[in-house]
Nanobody, 114 residues
Framework: QRQLVESGGGLVQAGGSLRLSCVVS????????MGWYRQAPGKQRELVAT???????NYADSVKGRFTISRGSAKNTVYLQMNSLKPEDTAVYYC????????WGQGTLVTVTS
């Protein structure tokens, strides 16, 4: 059974950093893109960052220069390094893997206090 297991969320003060991790358990073939999305209370889920199998990255304008997405050497792990966090970054962050199908993690809560 394929699962995406996220970790690394938590409570942090504005200006602080967190690193999110997502590990894919079980085989997912032909992964094209891995990424992170987030959903704040009362808002729609939005893209944060993606990375393709070839290593190309894409970021939401709101996180450019502050967040960095990367993949582990085993290619079954994706990370999101979040620096200079702001209260508006508060959300549940979801890992996504896009292959033939879309796979989602259960979400990890990031809370940034002012």
């Amino acid at each position: 059974q394929r699962q995406l297991v996220e970790s690394g969320g938590g409570l942090v003060q504005a200006g602080g950093s967190l690193r999110l991790s997502c590990v894919v358990s079980g085989s997912i073939f032909s992964i094209s893109t891995m990424g992170w999305y987030r959903q704040a209370p009362g808002k729609q889920r939005e893209l944060v960052a993606t990375i393709t199998s070839g290593g190309s990255t894409n970021y939401a304008d709101s996180v450019k220069g502050r967040f960095t997405i990367s993949r582990g050497s085993a290619k079954n792990t994706v990370y999101l390094q979040m620096n200079s966090l702001k209260p508006e970054d508060t959300a549940v962050y979801y890992c996504n893997v896009r292959a033939v199908n879309d796979y989602w993690g259960q979400g990890t809560l990031v809370t940034v206090t002012s």
